[in-house]
């Protein structure tokens, strides 16, 4: 098979496309014959070797990526071969060899692809999707509700605006330039703003005080956006890319944190719920960003310089 490792910790140049033996699927497991892997900035921090989320450091060499979708092709003992050249899409776990031309789960842990979804969106849906869903159980939204989101244009952040949308909610999105700002509004922002500009916190009251803030940037934007929230209002913090996690303080302004034990425990039901909005439309994720298997160092250089816009999907071509 053909993967993506890396023997030490650095920059995306560390990543490396090499020939491994193919896997053979233990009892129990499928294999899967990868069409698109996901990626995420946690990838991007873990190859730099210098945040492992909820994970500790991994021995390496490694192979990055957590999400894959493809047919199966081999199937271990005590699997029904009723699974054999189905299309599906599973979660690997932490850090788990994703970026790979063939990957091996727990037939377990599989989804079939729901009719009409490529594998780049069913990846999407089963790992930013599934964290966006749990994300939106946990906010609570309603009509009354003028909603923030940080890196709106982002593949969390635009499935964030549907789901607000969705229940008639008033968002105000975020977004990094105005090719990001236009993609916002096509995804339901009801007033997109570039963080770019001087004018974005002048204009945060626009639609009224906010009531809900989803924040995975955290630094000096979640810090202004959680002051500008109305009494009463809630900050939603699943994460800080900026590398500058805050402190808050207020008790009139409540801070859910939604990461980690809230939702280890219904990760299978938030998949197959992400899956299923997916599939219907009420909830699509966006493929903005796809990169041949062989080019990941320039998917991590995406994000790493906010240069992706939705979901960054790696592709095998065949």
């Known amino acids: 098979m053909h993967a993506i490792r890396h023997s030490e910790f650095g920059p995306a140049d560390v990543l490396h496309l090499e020939t491994l033996p193919d896997l053979s699927p233990a009892p129990g497991q499928l294999r899967i014959a990868v069409e698109a892997a996901g ?26 990526g957590r999400e894959v979708a493809g047919v199966v092709d081999e199937i271990g003992n005590d699997v029904d071969a009723s699974w054999l050249g189905r299309r599906v899409v599973a979660h690997l776990g932490f850090a788990s060899g994703g970026y790979a031309d063939q990957a091996v789960v727990d037939a377990s842990r599989a989804h ?8 780049p969106t069913a990846v999407a849906a089963i790992g930013t999707g599934r964290t966006a ?11 009354d509700d003028v909603v923030l989101v940080t890196s709106a244009a982002g593949g969390m952040g635009l499935l964030f605006l549907q789901g607000a949308a969705a229940v008639g909610a008033r968002t105000v999105a975020l977004a990094g330039g105005p090719d990001k700002v236009q993609l916002a509004h096509r995804f339901g922002a009801t007033l997109a703003l570039d963080h770019r500009s001087q004018e974005w916190r002048q204009r945060l009251h626009e639609l009224g005080d906010p009531t809900v803030v989803l924040d995975g940037v955290a630094g000096p934007i979640g810090l202004a956006l959680y002051r500008s929230l109305a009494p009463g209002g809630r900050l939603i913090r699943f994460g800080w890319s900026s ?8 008790p009139d302004r409540p801070v859910v944190d939604v990461l980690g034990p809230p939702i280890m425990a219904r990760l299978a039901e938030f998949e197959r719920a992400a899956l299923a909005a997916a599939a219907d439309g ?3 994720p966006y493929v903005g960003t796809t990169v041949p298997l062989a080019d990941a160092a320039a998917a991590h250089r995406a994000l790493e310089t ?7 999907v790696l592709v095998v071509e065949r």
């Open 39 to 64: 990626v995420h900035l946690l990838d991007t921090s873990i190859r730099a070797g210098e945040s492992f989320g909820a994970g500790t450091a991994p021995e390496l060499p490694m192979i990055p």
């Open 112 to 119: 079939v692809v729901p009719d009409g979804l490529d594998a």
């Open 133 to 143: 869903t749990a994300i939106l159980e946990f906010a609570k939204l309603t009509s």
């Open 243 to 250: 590398g500058e996690p805050n402190d808050y303080d207020d």
């Open 282 to 284: 009420s909830r699509v």
């Open 306 to 312: 906010s240069a992706s816009v939705g979901k960054v």
